[in-house]
């Protein structure tokens, strides 16, 4: 229950006077934390929500994400400020009459949905474009939304309750309620509600919040003379806040903010970049706050600032000095730990420090400002000074920076300490540097830097030589990888980041060869060998593979084909290619187009399809301006990062792509996913579609260089288009298998987690 989480440590206590006459009723905290729950809830519905709707528009992109973060944490110091002002300027009658006002005009944005008429941009980065949208369509409701927490908890300050002196506890049912509705919508709304369905419940529920906010206004305007002549006078001895104490709150609620992000980004662009990865770092970071504002907070503090050392030595050890050692998901579970308990420790302090009611609104909007300008600074900065996901290093780094130092220790006395083992290592490193070849020694090298990793584990008590000695090494790491990289070209764009690397094989004659790779993210798409062998398709595409199969059925009728590609890559594809064919490229990230066009990195494009038509923008967009029956093949390789967008994968998104097909039309699935089972979503429109399908989940028979497994789904309108690729498969390309388990994939419908492998 709500109540559970009463701090009853709270450094705030009111007059004898006033506890003596203050109301003991568990059916006030009910009413406040239960309106603060289903607010929370509210948000952390809409937002996933309202994600599926734009999902159409711009993909799944993570930037995406990132930048509907940014938006929220706007729009939450937004409110969070005229909660402020309105709490700390007007009257407790002029409060609810202003506040009733605003509610009034939010009702105009119900029910939420996306503007009629509304297309991103195709020639420049989207942010500001989204930004726009997400304001016009959800502005309203969620500035009233976000206003709550701190109102409702300002209110109840002033009601006689005899917690009323400490109101931070509902902060935690709030977060309880976001939690829970994170974690429901991706559990159980998606995979039972469509999107038509949750847009009215949604609505429904924001008008039962709207009674339960009047019923907290009815209640505080009731009984708030009650208790005013005994807060002014119990206020007047409580001191501001210093500006000290405003840049510290700012810190410590800035670095979690930008480190959520941050991590997010990182385990999905070098880690794994498996569908709904976002949802545990956004749950690690709300549950901090049930736990710091809890009446456990003090224990868990001490915990969390005794194991955050502990847990960075075999983190930094293995996730950044040696990932290889480790399986993805082990390396997963140290980032996370590692990011939890910096998470822990930032807000533990936080809470620790909050401040007299009088100042709560204060205390709010100056973290909502922080979270906002973490955001930002993640969004907005980052990808226009760094090419790689810096920020994250960075931010642990100054999360070890905040935590709590011995009392009446300077910053001169942490600086000393740190001074002679921060330069050991870097005098080390300098030596390495000039000495010797770095490649033959790097065992050495991290053998070193973990042994000063286990000596700056004697600083822990020191915040300041701890952090500093950390991040020496760990951007030591960053120098030494960028040092030994084989990555000749790297760029974070709105879509993630994409790098080319310089890799080495041993060819035929046993001698070796160097070829280039694509690289969005830690996803392959596509590789390239030099000389003779330039014009091979290989990877995915090569021609032992299902498309190499489809090609060469089709070989003596495919002269004269119009071929659409949705995902363009390194441009593999292009070398199937006759002369007399029209072939058009369909993809949503111009800078993809910019590198398989730059001839030092990629010339399957120059060298086979020069002539080939680039259409910038999401295909499903692109394609609904394409006349019907253009394409003879339309291929769909939409990956991004190992998870094809939804919005392609519905059966309406089926049906507008057999519409563009010609009679006798090939439409080719690439559906290679170490996640996700996309075979019983196609399979199942099929059936459910009337259309003729055959799938391939291909592994060669023996080791072919640059040749890999790989999973191709093709329909056709008629099993007589797809009769000679079923027939020269000799066995290769089967029959889909039928899944009756399956709920169709809609626009309206789409369940991530019940495809899950």
């Known amino acids: 229950m709500p109540w559970l989480f009463i701090n009853d440590r709270s450094p705030f206590t009111m007059p004898e006077q006033s506890t003596s006459q203050s109301n003991r009723s568990f059916l006030l905290i009910f009413l406040f934390s239960g309106t603060l729950f289903l607010s ?207 840049v510290h709150w700012l810190a410590l609620a800035f670095v979690p903010s930008s480190l959520l992000l941050g991590l997010t980004n990182f385990v999905s662009t070098d880690i794994a970049a498996a569908p709904l990865l976002w949802i545990i770092p956004l749950s690690l970071y709300l549950f901090s706050f049930v736990l710091v504002f809890s009446r456990w907070a003090e224990v868990i503090q001490r915990v969390a600032l005794w194991v955050q050392p502990v847990v960075l030595l075999p983190f930094i050890a293995f996730s950044f000095i040696n990932p290889a050692l480790l399986p993805y998901w082990f390396d997963l579970i140290l980032h996370l730990t590692s990011f939890f308990l910096a998470v822990m420790v930032c807000h533990g302090e936080l809470a620790k420090h909050r401040p007299h009611t009088k100042y709560l609104t204060l205390f709010y909007l100056i973290m909502s400002f922080a979270g906002m300008l973490g955001g930002m600074f993640n969004s907005f900065v980052a990808p226009f000074i760094f090419n790689g996901i810096y920020e994250y290093p960075l931010m642990i780094i100054a999360a070890l920076l905040l935590r709590p130092s011995p009392k009446g220790e300077t910053w001169m006395d942490k600086a000393e300490q740190a001074a002679f083992p921060a330069l050991l290592i870097i005098f080390a490193l300098m030596a390495y540097f000039s000495a010797v070849d770095l490649g033959q020694y790097m065992d050495h090298i991290g053998t070193a830097l973990i042994l000063f990793i286990g000596l700056s584990y004697a600083y822990r008590k020191q915040a300041i030589s701890f952090a500093l000695l950390t991040g020496i090494v760990i951007f030591s790491i960053v120098g030494l990888r960028l040092y030994m990289s084989n990555t000749v070209y790297k760029e974070r764009t709105f879509f993630g980041v994409l790098s080319v690397r310089d890799s080495v094989l041993m060819d035929e004659n046993g001698k070796p060869e160097r070829y280039k790779e694509l690289f969005h993210g830690t996803t392959k798409h596509g590789a390239q060998r030099a000389g003779r062998h330039s014009k091979e398709p290989l990877t995915y595409y090569s021609r032992p593979g299902p498309m190499g199969q489809l090609f060469k059925t089709f070989d003596n009728s495919n002269a004269e084909w119009n071929i659409g590609v949705v995902g363009l890559g390194a441009g593999a594809l292009a070398c199937y290619a006759k002369p007399t064919q029209a072939w058009s490229f369909y993809e949503i990230d111009p800078i993809v187009v910019e590198v398989a066009k730059d001839t030092q990195y990629f010339s399957y494009l120059s060298r086979c399809t020069p002539k080939a038509a680039m259409i910038i923008g999401d295909a499903r967009l692109s394609l609904q301006g394409e006349e019907d029956g253009k394409f003879d093949l339309l291929v769909i390789d939409a990956f991004s990062s190992d998870s094809v967008p939804t919005h392609l994968l519905t059966q309406e998104a089926l049906s507008l792509y057999m519409n563009k097909l010609s009679a006798n039309g090939v439409l080719a699935f690439h559906i290679t996913n170490r996640h996700l089972a996309l075979k019983k979503v196609l399979a199942d429109h099929a059936r459910q579609l009337n259309y003729a399908a055959l799938i391939q989940e291909f592994k060669p028979k023996k080791a072919m260089l640059l040749v890999v497994a790989t999973d191709w789904f093709v329909f056709a309108k008629t099993e007589q288009s797809l009769a000679p690729l079923y027939q020269k498969g000799l066995g290769r390309w089967q029959k889909p298998a039928l899944y009756f388990d399956m709920k169709p994939w809609t626009d309206d419908f789409t369940n991530v987690v019940g495809i899950w492998k």
Not at 171 to 183: K, R, T
């Open 40 to 246: 929370a809830s509210l948000i952390f519905v809409l937002q996933p929500l309202f994600g599926k709707l734009m999902l159409p528009l711009l993909g799944g992109s993570p930037a995406v994400w990132s930048t509907c973060m940014v938006f929220y944490q706007m729009l939450l110091f937004v409110g969070y400020l005229y909660a402020h002002f309105l709490s700390t300027k007007l009257s407790h009658l002029r409060q609810i009459q202003v506040h009733g006002a605003l509610i009034l005009i939010s009702l105009i944005a119900l029910p939420v949905a996306l503007p009629e008429v509304m297309s991103p941009p195709t020639d420049s980065n989207p942010t500001l474009w989204l930004v726009g949208v997400l304001f016009t369509s959800i502005g309203l409701p969620f500035l009233l939304i976000s206003t709550t927490s701190p109102l409702l908890q300002k209110w109840f300050s002033h009601v006689g309750h005899h917690t009323s002196h400490d109101p931070y506890y509902l902060y935690a049912a709030s977060n309880v309620g976001s939690l829970l509705a994170l974690l429901s919508y991706t559990f159980i709304i998606e995979p039972n509600f469509g999107l038509a369905q949750q847009q009215a419940s949604w609505t429904d529920g924001y008008i039962v919040l709207l009674v339960c906010i009047a019923a907290c206004a009815e209640y505080f305007f009731r009984n708030y003379k009650k208790i005013a002549i005994v807060e002014e006078v119990s206020e007047v001895s409580v001191a501001a806040p210093t500006m000290l104490t405003k």
